[in-house]
């Protein structure tokens, strides 16, 4: 059974694309309410979101029917606005950016602003990261430093706005092994891993609850990394490609398999600042 879009997205979205219809209508309110058959007050309640139940079926037809968009994109289950479109692909393959693009990730931000964002790291949250541990782990990526460092810090401020909802779960190994320098890090002199410890526990007490980020523990659970980005797609990165879910079905899917995470992880978010802390000490 396909899990159903949060009540509160789905009301977002409807209101975001109503209201793009009004405006490109030209009409004031009245005329348009008159055109759809919804009395004027009502269609006030709908664009000032007093409301999260969405209109009549007969209602939301006769929107989309007036105005020539999908229902499916009335609804925000489709980025195709005209009805005669063809169905976006389920599944698509994009390279992942190089220094000179990466509008692609900055793109499926901005459509998902406003929605839950959640993120399984490849190794630490990129935009938790101190620059010495940018640099270290570009040594194998195509990418530039200055790009890596650039993003980091845009990605920071992105989180600091009020609108952000981002979860992010990975293995509480990952930082052990940071802390006594073993696995991937063990090249990575102390200092810098410490200092890396001292920022990472920094932002997540800086950023909750805007930001959770929960430890699970490795040994027992698994995850490839994967991004959620609202109801609309799942990336999960390949290296030097992103595997592009757009099917509701897979981003429900990858949605609980989320959940799940949370539901294991041995450190909750509002604890984890000091579990760093407390690891970064002993």
Request: aromatic share 8%.
């Amino acid at each position: 059974m396909n899990p159903p879009i949060d009540k509160r997205d789905a009301s977002r979205l409807f209101r975001d694309r109503l209201q793009h219809l009004l405006g490109r209508s030209g009409l004031n309110r009245s005329a348009f309410s008159a055109g759809v058959g919804v009395d004027r007050s009502a269609l006030s309640q709908l664009l000032a979101g007093e409301v999260t139940r969405l209109p009549r079926a007969e209602t939301l037809m006769r929107i989309a029917s007036v105005h020539g968009v999908s229902l499916d994109w009335l609804l925000g289950l489709s980025q195709a606005e005209d009805v005669t479109a063809a169905i976006k692909p389920a599944l698509e393959m994009e390279e992942a950016p190089d220094d000179h693009d990466t509008a692609l990730l900055e793109t499926w931000h901005a459509e998902a602003s406003g929605s839950k964002i959640r993120y399984v790291p490849t190794t630490l949250p990129d935009f938790l990261r101190t620059d010495a541990v940018i640099s270290y782990e570009s040594r194998e990526n195509k990418r530039t430093l200055s790009s890596r460092i650039d993003e980091a810090k845009g990605r920071i401020a992105y989180t600091r706005r009020s609108e952000t909802d981002m979860e992010i779960c990975m293995p509480a190994q990952r930082l052990t092994d940071l802390k006594h320098g073993t696995g991937i890090w063990a090249d990575l002199a102390l200092p810098a891993r410490l200092a890396q410890l001292d920022h990472m526990a920094a932002l997540a007490d800086e950023l909750y609850p805007s930001l959770r980020l929960y430890l699970y523990d490795g040994q027992s659970h698994f995850s490839a990394p994967y991004t959620v980005f609202g109801p609309y797609r799942v990336s999960v990165y390949m290296g030097d490609m992103y595997l592009v879910l757009n099917a509701k079905e897979a981003v429900g899917a990858l949605a609980r398999h989320f959940d799940n995470l949370i539901r294991a992880a041995t450190v909750q978010a509002h604890e984890v600042a000091g579990w760093i802390r407390d690891l970064r000490a002993a």
